[in-house]
């Protein structure tokens, strides 16, 4: 009689590296926004915190920063960097400007009617589509991965929203109290048994932050 084996699987959820952007333009899905050299600094510090593990495979949203994060990730291991559209940075009303969210806005009453809701929120992409969009890549990297590690390099955001989607939280939320740090990185591990790959659960989400204090969340789903 043969003894079922538990699987582990880790899709590790990491925001880019620092943008270079003297101007301070809300860039969002721009073209043309590079790391500045702290960014190429800490996507490198990223790499050496994920070294050593067992990743196969290295995803990129299609952004240059996203792109530039993952590439010492990747050739820590050998690996190419896939492209994942699904994990792009969110849509944005205000993409292009200086001004965003926050009580500056008052002193810019042109912009107000794309703060009419903000549990949608009604200045760029439904937090809810951002959460599916990004959900459906993980579980399908999941799954290809199963049984290892898979990183994932996407954006604030979209990185924040899946993870509250998952603890079973309000997707809405203050921009200015996400916990996902520049190079941060937001690990999904997985638990199920060998041979029944539709019982993987989601065990826990523990959150680092490589180029800061360490870790300083991890606990089971809904907590």
């Known amino acids: 009689m043969s003894v079922t084996t538990g699987l582990t699987t880790t899709v590790h959820l990491v925001r880019h590296g620092e943008v270079h952007n003297p101007s301070k333009v809300l860039y969002g899905r721009l073209p043309g926004f590079r790391l500045s050299e702290r960014g190429l600094e800490q ?3 990223a790499a050496r915190f994920l070294a050593g593990r067992d990743v196969v495979a290295v995803i990129s949203s299609p952004l240059e920063r996203a792109q530039q994060t993952a590439a010492p990730i990747a050739a820590a291991y050998g690996l190419g960097v896939q492209i ?3 994990i792009i940075e969110s849509s944005n009303y205000f993409e292009g400007g200086v001004v965003e969210p926050g009580p500056g806005i008052l002193r810019h009453p042109g912009h107000w009617h794309a703060l009419r809701n903000p549990f949608r929120p009604s200045w760029g992409e439904a ?3 951002v ?3 990004v959900l459906a890549a993980v579980e399908e990297a999941r799954a290809a991965a199963r049984g290892h590690e898979v990183v994932l390099v996407s954006h604030q955001l979209p990185v924040f929203v899946t993870r509250r989607a998952l603890e079973q939280r309000p997707k809405w939320h203050r921009p200015d109290r996400r916990q996902c740090a ?3 990185v937001t690990s999904l ?3 199920g048994a060998a041979g029944e790959q539709n019982g993987d659960r989601l065990a826990y989400i523990r959150y680092c932050e490589p180029n800061g204090p360490g870790i300083t969340k991890q606990g089971s789903v809904g907590a």
């Open 189 to 191: 591990v997985f638990e």
């Open 84 to 86: 994942d559209p699904r």
């Open 182 to 184: 520049l190079a941060s």
């Open 127 to 129: 937090y809810e589509n």
């Open 43 to 45: 996507a490198e510090v």
């Open 131 to 133: 959460a599916a969009r």
